[in-house]
Each structure stands twice: as C-alpha cells, then as structure tokens.
C-alpha cells in the first residue's frame, strides 16, 4: 500500500519540487507521461506553478494516444483542454524533430511557465534547414499563395499526416495550405487570420478530443473575430475512444493522409452545394 500511494503522487512531488527549484533561479524541467501529469498533477501546475509564476518547463511524453493499446487510462485527450482553462502557462506542441529541438531550446530561457507536448513515435522531418521556429508564432509548411480550396491547421504529430493530405490534394489540382499551428499560447492570431481569409474551407487536426483543444480555439477566435468560413475539426471525437496503435486509431478516426484529403473533399462539396 505505501508503494502504491508513492507512485500515486509521484507527478505531484515532481511538479511541487520543480516549482520550489524554479523560485531558486534554477532552469526545471519536470518531464512525465502527459496523461498523468495533466490530471494527476493539474493542482501542482495550477497552483505551484502559473499561479506562483514559476517558470517551470512542464514537458508531458507520450502524449495523446501514444500508449494506444494501454486504453483511455493512457491517453491524455484532455490536456490542451485543461491547460487553455489555466492563466498564465504557455502550451506548446512540436511536429518534427525541428520543431522539438528549437521548442526545448526556447523554453530554457522561457520567462514564463510552459507546458510542452511530445509524443512517443519517431517524428519526421517537415522543415526547411533554414527555417525559423519561435513560441507564439505558426509555421506554414507550404509556397505561400493569394488562395487556397482548403487550409490545414494542425498540431503536434497530426502536422505530419496534413502535409500528406496536402499532397494528395495538389495532384488533383487543389491549393491548400498547411500551418503548424505548435503554440496554442501564445496563439498566433495574426497568422492563423492571414491564412483564412485567403483560404475557401479550414480543417483543423489534433491528437486531442475535438472539445477544448485546437479546434475549439480556431473556431472561437474566428467567430468573435467576424471570419466566418466552413470549418470542420478533425481530433478524437466525444465517444469511448477505440484500443489500438496510434496509427490505428489514428486511422480509424480520419487523421491520415488519406483521410484528411478525403474530408477536404467533402468539405469543398458541401460548400458547392
């Protein structure tokens, strides 16, 4: 029993203790598997960390439905939700190995608490070598255009299946366009507005319940802005989510090459109708 309540506040001790060497001057990286340290630790991060504006680099692994087999116990769907409800904690999630090695780069000198996301899968390779990466600020991975049938604005590990799907459609003759959107705060307004106004329908990606992550704070922002255009949010839907590997699942809920393209499709249908 004392085994089992050790492991039990293991991610509240580490996230307690690294806002306590964080108000010493120390550079604190707290690092657990994403889904227990969003929930078993939120008071810790709430509290200790944004509250006390302990700039603590908060770092959640295998996040998502990286541990697919393991069940929902395992996956962490809900952590952008509870983060966004939390002032002043930055939450960034990286695409590729650019993106991951400049995010933990940035966050060493962060001024302010961050939570950054990673996954568990190799990542692959979406930039340029000369690439520019800064917090707050959303990359676009394809040439910049006046117009676009479809723009992907994803996150994390479902960047990498957008630009697929964005290839896919250019060899149908469709213009579409593919932001990382990495920082969900900052969130890069500026940006995000640029590329709607220029685009026909917007299709946000996330590894993430559709309620309360990117979806969510794309279509907020858009609506209180006055940019109104069609727009379908791609995550993991509001249901008992299916066991598998994360390609599986992935798979089974449209996050794929394949399956984005073809929601694109639909989307543009629709709109013609």
Do not use: W
Request: negative net charge.
């Amino acid at each position: 029993p004392d085994q089992l309540v050790e492991i039990g506040i293991a991610e509240q001790n580490l996230v307690g203790i690294s806002a306590g060497l964080a108000s010493m001057g120390k550079k604190v990286f707290a690092v657990s598997p994403a889904c227990f340290l969003t929930a078993r630790a939120l008071e810790q991060i709430k509290n200790d960390v944004a509250y006390s504006d302990h700039p603590v680099k908060v770092i959640g692994i295998s996040a998502g439905v990286s541990y697919g087999a393991l069940g929902t116990t395992h996956h962490s769907l809900h952590d952008f939700a509870v983060l966004q409800a939390i002032n002043n904690i930055d939450i960034v999630a990286p695409a590729d190995n650019f993106e991951t090695a400049q995010a933990i780069r940035a966050a060493v000198n962060h001024p302010r608490p961050i939570y950054i996301r990673f996954g568990k899968k190799a990542m692959p390779i979406l930039h340029a070598p000369d690439a520019h990466f800064e917090i707050g600020k959303a990359i676009q991975l394809t040439p910049e255009q006046e117009h676009y049938e479809i723009a992907f604005l994803a996150i994390g590990e479902t960047v990498a299946p957008a630009f697929s799907a964005s290839q896919l459609l250019a060899g149908q003759g469709l213009k579409s366009c593919v932001l990382s959107v990495h920082s969900l705060r900052p969130f890069d307004e500026e940006t995000i507005e640029r590329v709607v106004s220029r685009s026909k329908t917007i299709i946000t990606v996330e590894e993430h319940s559709v309620n309360g992550g990117l979806g969510s704070r794309v279509a907020s922002f858009l609506m209180q802005a006055g940019i109104f255009r069609p727009l379908h949010i791609i995550g993991i839907p509001d249901e008992h989510t299916v066991i598998g590997s994360q390609g599986e699942i992935f798979n089974h809920y449209g996050i794929s090459a394949q399956g984005l393209a073809q929601a694109a499709l639909h989307l543009l249908e629709k709109e013609a109708a």
